[in-house]
């Protein structure tokens, strides 16, 4: 130990604060909270026998730095916004550069939204969450659309407005339509109220308010309107039926069990609210081999909520963890009523507390199942691929071409990119065949080839020569391995592109589509691959996908000639009066059959433009 860390570590003061762990680089690598800064810094340094990550973390250290704060609960809160700010290497992480998602209705408008939102701000909006995933917000906002005509477009819209013109939501009957200046500003507002509450998980007291209208709606004959409020008490009722009731206490709570296993750690979240169990989530955390589970469960506790818009007033966790007292306190007042944390040991909560692991780790097991399956259609697959190619590097980047025409017509070519096993669509390229007339698939692929390369050439030329790197084009990265839609002629056409720009030392591949034959430049004969080959099948997406790439450009185009009208070739027409001319006579076969009177009285037209319209058309 230095000299300067000894003397650092003899001042330290018996104050609450924060503590900012450094490596040789200066680097934050942990940070930590402490009642005395004193004694907590002291103690990896002066004991020995750390386990873990703990232990690994010691030996990085070379500087630190401390914070002091007021009381510990101001140290709890500042640790978690400088973890959150600069993500340390040692610090149990819960996601990667990501914000959890909520739900926002944006009660600080006259005409509020339902949005799904990664950020709090200090506003005047309500927020909801934290969700585990971005589906469960998109799924609950699709229920709370079905069951209440919330809109959800970003107009500005003020009572008193002029009309304007709704969406689709409005005719769909998902959304009022604020926007034409037929909704009261308070029936809107009610409406919200109801939404929110449904979000808080009282959903009786929306269903008891929605039979109260149903009724009302009844005795005043407005039968339509009693309609639409009985297919609403359906729903609410469905969502209820599957909202089991798993407590008899009506207190809302968040049950947490962590279920840990090798490098991974699960949490199953239960949400109770009034006694039903609303939903359920979890969420994997990788890498916390090393890490005990009571570290695990404090970091996660004070991370999520930390974000989180509700605090239930009881959270059951179930092992102790350091700082419960001090989390509790802070949790009191972000709440602004008694927050518990508690582990029970018997009884209706234990038994939640013991389904909740149990899901946890059917989860983990789902989970890894799930990742293995996708191992093996990805990076298990090119490893195949490399191996019956006989190839020497593994072929990570792969790029897969096709040519799609009509009898010969409108001939375009597509460059569909997969990288170790999985589609990188940014990377896609597409071309119209220029020099080719007629169906001519290996000229066609022969053009496509060697554009791609000449293109790729040039750039790694003017890249270099500016000192950038030559992977920052786009088309200077080169494959691994080219895979050609087609047999041996397409591929012979694509070699000899290839051959003419010296850059046929990268291997390629022809995948003929009847039988699925695999042609390579080394051998005469095709490469047959049994049915059940992950390799096989890695190509055959690839082949695929090029083709639904080079298809979907080859079809935008003809729609684009078919709507191609005559109208567009006549000096003097422009779209505003091709507008205008459609909208008075149908079709162009009206505008020839109107007179020359009549293509003259069109808005925005006159007599000389109409006498050229009328020769033109004949």
């Not at 005990?292 to 605090?311: R, T, W």
């Not at 040991?345 to 789902?366: C, D, I, S, V, Y």
């Amino acid at each position: 130990m230095s000299i300067d860390m000894e003397s650092k570590l003899n001042h330290l003061p018996e104050h609450p604060g924060v503590y900012i762990m450094k490596d040789h680089d200066g680097e934050i690598i942990y940070i930590g909270k402490a009642v005395s800064l004193k004694n907590r810094i002291r103690q990896y340094f002066r004991s020995t026998g750390h386990a873990g990550k703990v232990g690994v973390m010691v030996t990085k250290v070379a500087d630190f730095e401390y914070i002091l704060t007021d009381n510990e609960v101001e140290a709890l809160i500042l640790e978690s916004n400088l973890i959150k700010k600069h993500r340390p290497k040692y610090n149990v992480l819960l996601k990667d550069d990501k914000h959890y998602p909520f739900i926002m209705i944006t009660i600080g408008e006259e005409y509020p939204r339902i949005l799904l939102t990664r950020k709090i701000r200090k506003d005047n909006h309500r927020y909801f969450g934290p969700y585990t995933s971005a589906k469960a917000v998109r799924d609950t906002i699709e229920v709370i659309k079905k069951i209440f005509p919330i809109r959800t477009c970003n107009r500005i819209i003020k009572e008193g407005q002029a009309p304007d013109r709704p969406c689709l939501n409005f005719y769909i009957g998902q959304c009022w339509g604020p926007c034409l200046g037929n909704i009261m500003k308070d029936d809107y507002q009610e409406m919200i109220k109801d939404v929110c509450r449904f979000l808080e998980g009282k959903q009786e007291d929306v269903l008891k308010e929605f039979r109260m209208q149903m009724e009302e709606a009844s005795e005043n004959m407005q039968f339509e309107k009693a309609a639409s409020l009985r297919d609403k008490i359906w729903a609410v009722k469905k969502i209820l039926e599957n909202q089991k009731i798993v407590s008899t206490s009506m207190v809302d709570q968040d049950i947490l069990a962590f279920y840990q296993q090798g490098n991974q750690t699960v949490v199953q979240i239960f949400f109770i609210r009034s006694g039903k169990l609303i939903s359920a989530e979890h969420q994997v955390m990788e890498d916390t081999d090393g890490v005990e589970l009571n570290e695990v469960m404090n970091s996660y506790v004070k991370q999520f909520y930390g974000d989180s818009a509700f605090i239930p007033k009881e959270i059951l966790i179930q092992e102790d963890i350091d700082d419960r007292e001090t989390i509790e306190k802070w949790l009191t007042e972000r709440r602004g009523s008694r927050v518990y944390i508690r582990i029970p040991r018997r009884g209706e909560k234990h038994k939640l507390l013991k389904m909740a692991l149990r899901n946890a780790e059917e989860a983990l097991q789902t989970y890894n199942l799930k990742a293995e399956r996708e191992f093996a259609r990805t990076h298990g697959a090119v490893l195949e691929l490399q191996q019956v190619l006989n190839l020497s590097t593994i072929p990570v980047r792969m790029e897969a071409y096709d040519i799609s025409n009509t009898q010969g017509t409108q001939s375009v070519a597509s460059m569909v990119v997969f990288e170790d096993g999985k589609p990188v669509k940014k990377e896609y390229r597409r071309f119209r065949i220029k020099t080719v007339e007629g169906s001519n698939d290996f000229a066609s692929m022969a053009e496509v080839v060697e554009r791609r390369f000449k293109r790729g050439l040039e750039e790694r030329i003017k890249l270099d020569q500016e000192g950038k790197d030559v992977s920052l084009g786009k088309f200077s990265r080169f494959p691994d391995l080219i895979i050609i839609d087609g047999g041996k002629g397409q591929l012979g056409a694509a070699l000899s592109s290839m051959r003419k720009l010296n850059v046929d030392g990268i291997p390629a591949i022809g995948l003929a589509e009847e039988f699925d034959e695999i042609y390579t430049s080394q051998t005469g004969e095709p490469l047959v691959l049994p049915g059940n080959s992950s390799a096989l099948h890695l190509l055959q997406r690839i082949r695929d996908e090029a083709h639904r790439f080079a298809l979907t450009y080859h079809r935008s185009l003809r729609k684009k000639m078919s709507t191609h009208s005559v109208l567009q070739d006549i000096p003097g027409i422009g779209p505003k009066r091709m507008k205008n001319l459609i909208k008075a006579f149908g079709s162009v076969a009206g505008i020839k059959n109107a007179s020359l009177e009549q293509l003259a009285s069109v808005s925005g037209m006159n007599r000389k433009a109409a006498e050229v319209l009328k020769d033109y058309l004949g």
